[in-house]
């Protein structure tokens, strides 16, 4: 499966942004998909996760309240929602798929060896 991230750019703190991760080859029903962040020199962070039988799902505690996760299954697209966002949420966001209906119990814990990584989409927030 091919992935791609849309939907980043420039806003002020406070301000809102949604990304799109739109997948190619596959069905995304049968994926577990999460969404990644990462600033240069800091280690990737798991930021949300659904599993592909939708009764899993995990938002990093920094974004719980602010970022939701839903998905367009005729478009075969994921998206994330991010609202009241914040300086620190400046990073280069990655969507990611993997097979194992419990990718995200390991996101939850800091394993992020998903199988598919998409391009990235670079998020800045000024304050």
């Known amino acids: 499966v091919q992935l791609q991230a849309f939907g980043g750019g420039l806003v002020q703190a406070g301000g809102s942004l949604k990304l799109s991760c739109v997948a190619s080859g596959r069905n995304l029903d049968y994926y577990s998909i999460g969404w990644f962040r990462q600033v240069p020199g800091k280690e990737r962070e798991g930021v949300s996760c659904?599993?592909?039988?939708?009764?899993?799902?995990y938002y990093t505690d920094s974004v719980k309240g602010r970022f939701t996760m839903s998905s367009d299954n005729a478009k075969n697209t994921v998206y994330l929602q991010m609202n009241n966002l914040k300086p620190e949420d400046t990073a280069v966001y990655y969507c990611?798929?993997?097979?194992?209906?419990?990718?995200?119990?390991?996101?939850?814990?800091?394993?992020?060896?998903?199988?598919?990584w998409g391009t990235g989409t670079l998020v800045t927030v000024s304050s």
């Open positions: 659904i599993g592909s039988s939708a009764n899993t799902t």
């Open positions: 990611a798929a993997d097979k194992t209906a419990g990718s995200c119990l390991l996101v939850e814990i800091g394993f992020y060896g998903m199988d598919y």
